[in-house]
């Protein structure tokens, strides 16, 4: 070894030592005859002082030395001169006299800083050398964190009696809502495996195959556009167990999410314990989507009785057509601001409103005296009686601002979520509150109109609610799935399901997603045989294990956490990936492209 000790674990204690360390140089200060020298690695930095008159050679070396420079240094351990010790630092009270310094490898500048916090770092610049980013303090600190979630949770299920299995990553379709990758195969020509969207199957098949406890930390595939928190490969961790009903995993994944938190980030905190529920419906109706951040309190209330007996005649006749009028208040916001302000501010949010399909967004202000007029134009439209029936449904009160809502329910619903997004944005929220939640009564399928099919809302082989299993057949699109979401500000953390293990059951579901019988024998005809022979009942759930160290770790997207990330356009442009393939790659593979930028 070339170190007899790391940069970040010397001490008082240690003084008089001869130690041997290794790292990178973090920063030198020349001082004429003395060279300070800050040694960097993974678990710290030391100061390294080389003098001119005891250790010319080194000095020599040091002199040459420069940021990002590899070194071995041997020498003494010392306590810092009086006055000079660096609190800042954890072996601030400590250097190491140099007497031999080794360059084992030097280093060109680096394009950005390495030992500070530039921040604005320009991000293909970061990726395209991410080798160099990964060196910075905060990434490394990132990925340290994702090493101990993983182990936590591996300590966790082996504790609980769980075994991790590895499944084929060059696989079959394992549908999860996106489109494939394919990998053609050389040894049979024109065939294609995919890449696995999830292990659903194989895990399904590993509970058919007796195994009743099992995870993996699993790479899934997704050939789909890339958003802040996706990426087309991207780790779960992909749960299944046997002999379960929803609350059992349920109950399980919540203590390993809790458990995770007060051990792994004892500095954050849960903003509820046991994690609050939401049914999926009432989740759209009062958030507008079925993730909402419950770290803040703005909802959609219904006030169509109210608003059905106010003079505003958008809202009455939409109130007789059926729709719904809801009301969102935002607390405090009218209050601080002038009338100018207010009708701009209102002008920006309606904007907003009309850029999901809606038709307007009517508001009013809350005034400060209990006496005073509603602001706003449709202020005029409640009378006295009806203004007191509003404050009260809305627990409104003086500087409030009330927005209004009433169109088609996906309208209302896309409205909620940009406005609350919208306000979020400006609100601060404290990122060290993790606030989970479960959402859980799913539809089993959701209506694919461009298509005239219904879609399974989460997977084809999520078993409805069991009180709703005859609706399959009678009425699907009432039919409740088993299927439950965590969800932690805002983020959909993972989704489980009890799962079908019942041919015939299976088999109704097939044409309900607009397959055919052909079809679903060629693809999933595995799944039906097993399920002949003597499958358990079963039930799982995946985390995104990107997302919950992203949460765990307050970064602002999931390529922070991921060591080698793709770019938003699904390119590593540190190594050029994806690249061309050489002619007779192409033509081993029986490929030819069609691409109208192949020739090139
Ligand atoms: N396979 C599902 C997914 O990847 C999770 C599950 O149902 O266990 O989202």
């Not at 010392?78 to 310094?101: F, H, K, Q, S, Y």
């Not at 993996?216 to 299944?240: K, M, N, S, V």
């Not at 044409?511 to 045989?529: D, K, N, T, V, Y």
Request: charged share 30%.
């Amino acid at each position: 070894m070339m170190k007899t000790h790391t940069c970040g674990e010397l001490r008082e204690k240690d003084a008089g030592t001869p130690v041997q360390l290794a790292g990178w140089v973090n920063r030198r200060r020349d001082q004429g005859g003395l060279i300070f020298i800050d040694l960097r690695d993974r678990w710290g930095i030391t100061q390294v002082v080389v003098d001119l008159e005891s250790a010319p050679e080194a000095h020599a070396v040091a002199d040459s030395a420069r940021n990002e420079y590899v070194l071995a240094i041997k020498g003494n351990v010392r306590i810092r001169p009086e006055g000079t010790a660096n609190p800042e630092l954890a072996t601030g009270d400590i250097d190491i006299v140099a007497d031999e310094i080794v360059i084992l490898n030097q280093s060109r500048t680096p394009p950005f800083y390495i030992n500070k916090d530039e921040g604005n770092v320009d991000e293909a610049l970061r990726m395209r050398h991410r080798y160099l980013d990964l060196r910075r303090e905060t990434m490394q600190k990132r990925i340290l964190l994702r090493h101990k979630t993983v182990k936590f949770i591996r300590d966790f299920l082996e504790a609980e009696d769980f075994i991790e299995i590895e499944t084929p990553i060059l696989f079959k379709t394992t549908p999860e809502g996106a489109r494939d990758f394919l990998v053609p195969s050389r040894l049979q020509p024109g065939m294609f495996y995919a890449l696995p969207q999830s292990p659903q199957q194989l895990k399904q098949l590993l509970m058919v195959g007796g195994f009743e406890r099992y995870f993996q930390i699993a790479r899934c595939f997704r050939d789909e556009d890339l958003r802040g928190d996706r990426q087309p490969e991207f780790t779960q961790l992909d749960l299944e167990m046997s002999f379960v009903e929803r609350e059992d995993v349920m109950r399980l994944m919540e203590e390993l999410a809790t458990a995770i938190v007060k051990s792994v980030t004892p500095e954050k905190r849960l903003i509820a314990e046991p994690f609050p529920r939401i049914n999926y419906w009432d989740a759209l109706e009062q958030y507008g989507t079925d993730r909402p951040d419950i770290r803040f309190d703005l909802r959609a209330i219904d006030i169509s009785e109210i608003a059905g007996r106010c003079a505003f005649p958008v809202f009455v006749e939409n109130v007789k057509a059926g729709k719904k009028v809801k009301c969102m208040r935002v607390p405090a916001v009218a209050g601080a601001l002038s009338g100018t302000q207010l009708r701009k501010a209102a002008k920006d949010l309606e904007n907003m409103a009309r850029r999901h399909g809606a038709k307007g967004l009517a508001y009013i202000t809350i005034p400060t005296d209990p006496e005073g007029e509603l602001r706003g134009p449709i202020g005029k439209f409640f009378n006295v009686d009806l203004k007191l029936e509003l404050i009260e449904a809305m627990g409104a009160e003086g500087g409030d601002l009330l927005l209004f809502m009433s169109d088609r329910d996906e309208i209302v619903y896309a409205v909620t979520d940009a406005l609350r997004s919208h306000f979020k944005a400006e609100m601060d929220l404290d990122d060290n509150l993790l606030a989970f939640c479960w959402v859980i009564d799913f539809p089993e399928f959701i209506w694919d109109a461009e298509n005239e099919r219904w879609d399974p809302s989460q997977h084809m082989f999520t078993m409805p609610l069991p009180e709703d299993l005859d609706l399959l057949d009678s009425d699907p699109g009432s039919a409740r799935g088993s299927q439950y979401d965590m969800v932690c500000n805002g983020y959909e953390v993972g989704g489980g399901s009890i799962r079908i293990h019942d041919r015939a059951i299976q088999e109704k579901i097939f044409p309900l997603i607009g397959q055919s019988m052909e079809q679903a024998m060629r693809e999933f005809g595995h799944m039906l045989e097993a399920f002949e022979y003597g499958a358990p009942p079963h039930g799982g759930m995946a985390w995104g294990i990107d997302r919950l160290v992203m949460l765990l770790a307050g970064a602002p997207n999931i390529r922070e956490v991921i060591a080698f990330p793709k770019t938003q356009n699904g390119t590593d442009i540190m190594a050029n990936a994806p690249s061309i393939a050489e002619p007779e790659q192409l033509s081993e593979l029986f490929l030819q492209l069609v691409h109208p930028d192949a020739e090139d």
